[in-house]
């Protein structure tokens, strides 16, 4: 087993299992907080990734398999690839042609979960893995949350929206529109009342 | 030369004297919030009656004999509050024949911090009444504070204070919250982090039921502890994707010990420094105001080309909106 990486809650490590390439997400201890509080956070996200992963998979949405659950760890499959946050040279103007088609397909996959009544709950580019084929691959389901709830499906939108441009916002609305159907609107007009609530104005990377 | 700036953004009339990036006064009177909380026009009367005291007294201590320029907090805050700040800065102005700067309140609770330092690019979580936002120097379109994260309703401190005044303590900013949670135990409180957002008014109602039931200092504790670990927890994701360097903290909230080692720790995990500044920069403070009106002074392009009606209050003012022109 190696390390690949170190998010926020997680450590990343790939190994290989029955043949296949997989990672293992293990939710460390985090010293800050009480222990109490700790091991509930880390054990309730854990199962939340891993079923919510799990019934994504079944219905057909590309996300890695969930192969094994510890308490604190899951082992999933690995997806060959980088986050879309650290595709090179994100922003330049030759890169824009892609990354504009990713949005558009990040959006009819948002659309897609939403439609199947989940929330992601941190859905921004860096749990959004493009593997070596172009495929879109949407990771890191620990916030995630089953519901129907219009504010939360708004609040994935809106993470979105605050950390891409204007022109890459439009195209993914579009698809996002086309992935989830008829009730799309309902969740984008919440999405400007949480806007308009004072307080929260939204921040995109154009605005001043 | 010195720089005088007048704060007045809420329950504290603050003038400091700053004279090359060094603190030469920082004179503060501070209305005392009653049970009822904090009524705009009553403290704006407050602020006025010291005002020119608090004024004097201030320039006295730092024994300048010319004012260079003069800068009040612009917002965001309570407009009849601000009112005060701004009048009284214009005034000065007016007198001392300096020019005159608009300053953003958020903003200069966190350029005081990094002056102290001297860091040149920290992640910052800004904690006060009002406010909870992480923070970072983004240089497109102009250099200014990014938000990456924020609270979706009320700041922590106001939530503090809410439950506070529920549980009939003495509402201050939070700290008799603190000293009741001493020695209490864990229960199970909503969590709600959404990446590097989070929303409190969850929690708080929570925490206001349970007061009816559970024992009161258990309540205050895990009130509190969840509450850091959220604002903790969210600043730990926007630390690594950002991949600064530095955290510091400021705003009111952020003279909070426990809060204070919670950051330490989650820093250091990761191998990156922690700072706070000296609490009398993280209460609300003139200096601030007046550390920044001179950098803004100081800068290129930035000599007094602002119109009379320019000098205005924003009760909203947003920190992203506010140019930081220095490096
Ligand atoms: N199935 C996978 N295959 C390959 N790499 C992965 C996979 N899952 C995660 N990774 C890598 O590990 C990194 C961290 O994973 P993840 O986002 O799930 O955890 P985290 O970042 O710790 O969680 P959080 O975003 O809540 O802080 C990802 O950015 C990605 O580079
Ligand atoms: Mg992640």
């Known amino acids: ?208 | 030369m010195a720089t005088v700036g007048i704060e007045s953004s809420a329950h504290t009339f603050g003038v400091g004297v700053v004279e090359d990036g060094r603190v030469l006064a920082n004179v503060k009177s501070m209305y005392r919030i009653s049970d009822r909380g904090l009524i705009p026009m009553k403290v704006a009367d407050f602020h006025q009656k010291h005002a020119g005291a608090v004024i004097r007294r201030a320039l006295k201590e730092a024994g300048v004999e010319r004012v260079e320029a003069v800068g009040y907090t612009m917002g965001p805050g309570l407009g009849p509050c601000l009112r005060v700040g701004q009048l009284s800065a214009i005034v000065l102005s007016r007198i001392t024949g300096a020019p005159l700067y608009p300053v953003n309140h958020a903003a200069a609770h966190v350029e005081i911090t990094r002056h102290i330092y001297g860091l040149r690019d920290p992640l910052v979580l800004y904690v006060s009444g009002g406010n909870s936002q992480i923070l970072g120097l983004e240089d497109k379109p102009q250099k200014h504070y990014h938000v990456y994260g924020e609270t979706f309703d009320v700041g922590v401190g106001n939530m503090l204070d809410s439950f506070a005044r529920a549980a009939k303590l003495k509402p201050a900013w939070g700290s008799s919250v603190a000293r009741l949670a001493e020695g209490g135990r864990y229960i199970a409180m909503p969590y709600t982090v959404k990446g590097m957002d989070f929303t409190f008014t969850g929690l708080l109602t929570n925490a206001m039921k349970l007061l009816k039931s559970g024992e009161k200092r258990d309540v205050a504790f895990s009130l509190q502890e969840t509450a850091f670990s959220m604002l903790c927890e969210a600043t730990e994701r926007a630390l690594l994707l950002t991949g600064k360097r530095e955290v510091i903290a400021s705003g009111g909230v952020a003279q909070s010990r426990r809060l204070r080692d919670m950051l330490g720790v989650m820093a250091k995990s990761h191998g990156r420094k922690f700072y706070v500044a000296p609490d009398e920069f993280n209460s609300d403070n003139g200096a601030m105001i007046a550390l920044v009106a001179e950098k803004m002074h100081t800068a290129v392009g930035m000599k007094p080309k602002i119109k009379g009606s320019d000098y205005g209050i924003k009760q909203r003012y947003r920190i992203e909106d506010f140019m930081i022109r220095w490096g």
């Open chain 1, 1 to 208: 087993m190696r390390k690949i990486s170190e998010g926020a809650e997680a450590v990343i490590y790939a190994a290989r299992m029955l043949g296949r390439n997989v990672i293992v997400k293990e939710r460390v201890a985090k010293g800050y907080r009480i222990k109490e509080l700790d091991e509930q956070l880390r054990r309730q996200r854990t199962k939340t990734e891993a079923k919510i992963q799990s019934t994504l998979y079944e219905k057909g949405v590309r996300v890695p398999g969930v192969i094994l659950v510890g308490k604190y760890f899951v082992v999933m499959e690995r997806v060959q690839g980088k986050t879309l946050n650290r595709m090179a040279g994100v922003g330049k103007a030759h890169d824009r042609r892609s990354m504009g088609m990713a949005m558009a397909e990040a959006g009819r996959v948002l659309g897609t979960i939403h439609r199947l009544g989940v929330s992601h709950g941190d859905f921004t580019t860096a749990n959004i893995m493009q593997d070596r084929s172009g495929r879109l691959w949407v990771i890191d389901f620990g916030l995630a949350a089953f519901t129907n709830s219009e504010e939360e499906m708004a609040l994935d939108v809106l993470l979105m929206k605050r950390s891409v441009d204007s022109g890459m916002y439009e195209r993914f609305i579009k698809s996002y529109k086309l992935g989830f159907g008829g009730k799309a609107s309902a969740v984008l007009g919440r999405l400007g009342e949480i806007e308009k609530r004072g307080r929260y104005q939204t921040r995109t990377l154009d605005s001043a």
